[in-house]
C-alpha cells in the first residue's frame, strides 16, 4: 500500500508536470531562430579596402559580381573604404563567386575595370548556399598589398 | 589778159585756207585767278597753261547751249599734284565737283558731267595733300570734249538729293568717275565717288512687290550696290563680287509705292574714266510662299505661314530671318532643304534674339533638320549660308512641323546632365539633332532598384547608350546600329541617368528608349 501511494503521488506529479513543461516557451527550431530567413535574396556580398591612407587613394568604385562565371550585377557604388553592397536570389547549392573591381577614371567620366595586377587577390571564393539561410560574403581588401580575404556568414536576424 | 598781181590770189586762198585749218593751241592769259578774270574758252578745244606761282589759280569759262555729256581732262605735270574744280553758274557759281586724285605727275579727270544751258568754270589749282611748288615749264593742257546725253547718269549725282533718274527695266549708263569726290564729307565713306539714283515705283492695288538690280562689272572696279527707300533706310545691299565683277541685288521686298534710291559706288576708290557701267532695275510681283528681303534681322523678319516658306541665299554674306508664331508651348520639326550649291546653317532664336538650338551638320546640298525643338510661343528661325556661298537663282526650303504628342519625345537641350529629361514615362522617343549628339535622361527612384534598358536605333543610325551612378559618370555601355535594338538590366541606387550618344546620324527618324521593372 505504501509503494502505491508514492506511484500514484509521482504518475500524479509527471501528469501535472508534463502539459507544464510542454507549454515552456523555446525553440522548436534553435538555429533557424538566430538567422534571418531569406525574403528577396539569399545572397549577399559586401566588398571594402582597408588600409588606405590618402584620401586622395580613395577612389569611388564598385565590384562587378560573377556567380558561377556570369555576371549577376554589381555592388552599390562607394568609396574604396566604404562598403559595398550586392544582394540576389540564387539556388541553393555550392557555388563560385568571382568579382571584378572597377573604379572611377575621372579623365574619361567613367568607370573602369582596374588592371589585373591591381584587382584583389585571390578575387574568388567557393561558398555553399544552404536552404534557408542568407549567405554573407565579405570582401576585405589589403588595398596596398592587393590581398584580399573572404568572410563567410549567414546573416543574424 | 589777167593782171599779174591777180596770180597770187590762189597762193593767198590756199594760204588762208591752210591757216583755217591748223588747229592753235589756246594759251591762258594771266590774270586768270577770279571768276571775272576766268579765260573763255570753249568746249571740243584745248588749252594750255602753267601753275607758275605757288598760290597761282587758272580760271577757265565756257559756256554751253544745250543738254550734253563734258569730258574733262587735265593733263599731268611732272613733280606736282594739281586738282580741278567745277563751278556752274554765271553771277553766283556753285561748286559742283572738286577732283582731286591726291598724286603728283598723274592726270584729272571728269569724264562725264553733265551740262545744261549756262556757264560752267573750270578751276585749275594745286591740290591740298602736296605743298604746291610752282613750275614755270611744268605746262599743263586742258582739254574739254562734249558729246550727246543719252540714258545715262547726270553728273554730279553724288548725292540722294542730286540723284539721277532711273526707270524701271531700262538700261541705264555710268562711269566711275572721277576717282575721289573731295565735295564728300559724310562720315562712313568720306571723298567717296558716288552715283546715286532714284526711281519710283507704284506698286498695283499696293500689293507687295519684289525688286532685282543688277550692276555690271568694270574693268579694275570693285563696286558696291545699294537700295534705300524714300526715308533713307537701306533695304538692299550687294558686295559680293570682286575686282572687275558685277553685283546683283535679288528679291528686295518693298511694301509701298513712292521713290528709292539706289547707290553705285567704287569700294576701292579706283576709277574708269572710259568703260561704262550698266544699271538695270526691275520689280516683280511678290511670290506667295517666298521671302522677302531684307529680312535680316528679327525687326525685319518674314512671318511664316502655312508651314514652309522659300528663300535665296543672295548676296554672299545674306542671312533670312523668319518668325513663327505658336500658340502655347510645342514641339516642332525644322527641316531646310537648300539647293546642291549651299551649305546652310539654321539657328532657331527666342523673342528675345537668345540662340536656342542651331545646326550645321552637313555640306553643300545637304538637308539641315531640327528634328524636335520645344518652343513656347513665337520663335525666330534664320537661315544662312557657310563660307560666303550664295545663289542668286536656286531656292531653298524651310518647313516647320509641330509634332503631336510631344510626351512622347526628349526635349533639348538636353545635351548635359544639367539639361537631363526626367524620364517620366517608361517610353520615349529621341531625335540625333547634330553631328555626336548626346542626350542625357534621369532617373530617379529614391531606392535600390533593377531596371531593364532598351535602345531601339534609328535605320542607319549608330548610338551608344550608357547607364551612369549618381554622379553621371558611365557604369555601363553598350552600343547599337541600324533598326536593331539592345537590352540590359542594371542596378540604379536611386539615381542615375541614361545617355544616348550618336555615333551615325539619322536626323530623320527617332530611336526609343524603354525603361522598364527588371525580372
Given at each position: 500500500m505504501k509503494y502505491s501511494g508514492t506511484v500514484i503521488r509521482i504518475v500524479l506529479a509527471v501528469a501535472v508536470a508534463f502539459p507544464v513543461l510542454s507549454c515552456r516557451t523555446g525553440p522548436l527550431l534553435p538555429e533557424e531562430g538566430r538567422f534571418r530567413q531569406p525574403d528577396t535574396y539569399n545572397f549577399k556580398f559586401i566588398g571594402y579596402d582597408i588600409n588606405i591612407t590618402n584620401p586622395d587613394n580613395d577612389r569611388r568604385s564598385y565590384y562587378r559580381v560573377y556567380i558561377d562565371k556570369i555576371e549577376i550585377g554589381r555592388t552599390t557604388i562607394g568609396l574604396e573604404s566604404q562598403d559595398k553592397y550586392f544582394e540576389a536570389k540564387i539556388q541553393p547549392n555550392r557555388h563560385l563567386l568571382v568579382i571584378e573591381k572597377w573604379v572611377l577614371d575621372e579623365k574619361s567620366e567613367k568607370y573602369v575595370k582596374l588592371n589585373n595586377i591591381h584587382q584583389?587577390?585571390?578575387n574568388f571564393v567557393y561558398f555553399g548556399l544552404p536552404e534557408k539561410r542568407i549567405v554573407v560574403i565579405t570582401l576585405k581588401n589589403d588595398a596596398p598589398q592587393n590581398r584580399a580575404s573572404f568572410e563567410i556568414d549567414y546573416e543574424h536576424e | 589778159m589777167i593782171p599779174r598781181y591777180l596770180s597770187i590770189i590762189p597762193l593767198i586762198c590756199a594760204l588762208a585756207i591752210f591757216s583755217a585749218c591748223r588747229k592753235e593751241m589756246q594759251l591762258e592769259h594771266e590774270p586768270n585767278d577770279t571768276f571775272a578774270d576766268a579765260v573763255v574758252i570753249k568746249t571740243d578745244s584745248a588749252v594750255q597753261g602753267v601753275?607758275?606761282?605757288?598760290d597761282d589759280v587758272d580760271v577757265y569759262r565756257f559756256e554751253v547751249s544745250s543738254p550734253a555729256i563734258i569730258d574733262i581732262l587735265l593733263s599731268p605735270v611732272r613733280g606736282v599734284n594739281h586738282a580741278l574744280k567745277i563751278w556752274k553758274g554765271y553771277?553766283?557759281?556753285?561748286?559742283i565737283k572738286n577732283i582731286d586724285?591726291?598724286?603728283?605727275?598723274s592726270p584729272e579727270r571728269m569724264s562725264n558731267l553733265f551740262v545744261e544751258e549756262g556757264v560752267y568754270y573750270v578751276m585749275v589749282l594745286y591740290g591740298e595733300r602736296d605743298i604746291p611748288v610752282a613750275d614755270p615749264a611744268g605746262i599743263y593742257r586742258l582739254e574739254i570734249k562734249s558729246r550727246a546725253w543719252s540714258d545715262?547718269?547726270?553728273?554730279?549725282?553724288?548725292t540722294p538729293a542730286s540723284s539721277s533718274e532711273l526707270l524701271l527695266d531700262r538700261e541705264m549708263r555710268g562711269l566711275?568717275?572721277?576717282?575721289?569726290?573731295?565735295?564728300?564729307?559724310?562720315?562712313?565713306?568720306?571723298i567717296r565717288e558716288e552715283d546715286w539714283f532714284r526711281v519710283n515705283i507704284d506698286l498695283a492695288m499696293e500689293r507687295p512687290g519684289l525688286v532685282d538690280i543688277d550692276l555690271t562689272g568694270v574693268e579694275r572696279i570693285n563696286p558696291v550696290l545699294a537700295l534705300y527707300n524714300s526715308r533713307m533706310e537701306q533695304v538692299g545691299f550687294a558686295d559680293?563680287?570682286?575686282?572687275h565683277e558685277g553685283e546683283s541685288i535679288r528679291g528686295?521686298?518693298?511694301t509701298e509705292s513712292g521713290s528709292y534710291y539706289v547707290l553705285v559706288a567704287s569700294k576701292n576708290f579706283e576709277s574708269n574714266n572710259d568703260q561704262e557701267y550698266s544699271l538695270i532695275i526691275r520689280t516683280r510681283e511678290f511670290e506667295t510662299g517666298m521671302e522677302m528681303e531684307p529680312n535680316n534681322e528679327l525687326s525685319h523678319a518674314n512671318l511664316i505661314t502655312g508651314g514652309d516658306i522659300s528663300g535665296r541665299i543672295f548676296p554672299a554674306g545674306d542671312m533670312d530671318v523668319f518668325l513663327h508664331r505658336g500658340e502655347g508651348r510645342g514641339l516642332y520639326r525644322i527641316d531646310v532643304s537648300p539647293p546642291e550649291s549651299l551649305d546652310l546653317m539654321v539657328k532657331i532664336m527666342a523673342t528675345d534674339g537668345s540662340g536656342l538650338f542651331e545646326t550645321?551638320?552637313?555640306?553643300?546640298?545637304f538637308r539641315e533638320v531640327l528634328p524636335a525643338v520645344p518652343a513656347s510661343g513665337n520663335f525666330y528661325i534664320s537661315v544662312q549660308s557657310r563660307k560666303s556661298s550664295f545663289d542668286p537663282e536656286r531656292t531653298y526650303t524651310l518647313k516647320v512641323d509641330r509634332i503631336q504628342g510631344m510626351e512622347e519625345y526628349e526635349s533639348e537641350p538636353n545635351d548635359r546632365k544639367e539639361q537631363a529629361n526626367p524620364l517620366s514615362h517608361p517610353m520615349i522617343k529621341g531625335f540625333?539633332?547634330?553631328?555626336k549628339d548626346r542626350d542625357f535622361y534621369s532617373l530617379d527612384y529614391g531606392r535600390r532598384v533593377r531596371r531593364s534598358f532598351s535602345l531601339q536605333a534609328a535605320p542607319n543610325s549608330e548610338l551608344r547608350i550608357s547607364i551612369t551612378d549618381q554622379l553621371g559618370y558611365s557604369i555601363k555601355s553598350e552600343e547599337v546600329r541600324g533598326t536593331q535594338s539592345v537590352r540590359f538590366a542594371e542596378m540604379i541606387d536611386q539615381k542615375a541617368y541614361v545617355i544616348i550618344d550618336s555615333?551615325?546620324?539619322?536626323?530623320?527618324e527617332p530611336y526609343i528608349l524603354q525603361v522598364t521593372e527588371a525580372k
Open positions: 584583389p587577390r585571390p | 601753275l607758275a606761282t605757288r553771277e553766283t557759281p556753285v561748286l586724285d591726291m598724286r603728283k605727275s545715262e547718269e547726270r553728273e554730279p549725282n553724288d566711275y568717275s572721277p576717282a575721289y569726290n573731295r565735295l564728300n564729307t559724310q562720315e562712313e565713306n568720306p559680293a563680287g570682286g575686282v528686295i521686298g518693298i550645321d551638320n552637313g555640306g553643300a546640298g540625333t539633332s547634330r553631328k555615333l551615325k546620324e539619322n536626323y530623320e
